[in-house]
């Protein structure tokens, strides 16, 4: 079991930076893959990022990659999403997930949810 709890979300203006975090608590975070999703308003939950547990392996979504950059602290059990040069279609709810063995792009393919952070970019 992991239980998952995002903080660092808020309100950014838009070319800003901002960096979420989500701290697991269980035994299994250190084996874990761990993922970012969000949902912006009236659409679905969509692939942000993910990161292997040895944090060798990482995917990005094609409209994130060379603007964000997730990392992860096993020591911490703490994954980071640093978010820069932020945008208004960034608007969402960020959501970190975990999973033990799929390291996918999809939200059915991670087990354990947190229940997200508000970020709203302004332009």
């Known amino acids: 079991q992991v239980q998952l709890v995002e903080s660092g979300g808020g309100l950014v203006q838009a070319g800003g930076s901002r960096r979420l975090s989500c701290a697991a608590s269980?035994?299994?975070?250190?084996?874990?893959?761990m993922g970012w999703f969000r949902q912006p308003p009236g659409k679905e939950r969509e692939f942000v990022a993910a990161?292997?547990?040895?944090?060798?392996?990482?995917l990005y979504d094609d409209s994130v990659k060379g603007r964000f950059i997730i990392s992860r602290d096993n020591a911490k059990k703490t994954v980071y999403l640093q978010m820069n040069s932020l945008k208004p279609e960034d608007t969402a709810v960020y959501y970190c997930?975990?999973?033990?063995?799929?390291?996918?792009?999809?939200?059915?393919?991670?087990?354990?949810w947190g229940q997200g952070t508000q970020v709203t970019v302004s332009s």
């Open positions: 997930a975990a999973d033990p063995v799929n390291f996918v792009t999809v939200v059915s393919g991670f087990r354990y």
């Open positions: 269980g035994d299994t975070f250190s084996s874990s893959i």
């Open positions: 990161i292997r547990w040895s944090a060798v392996g990482t």
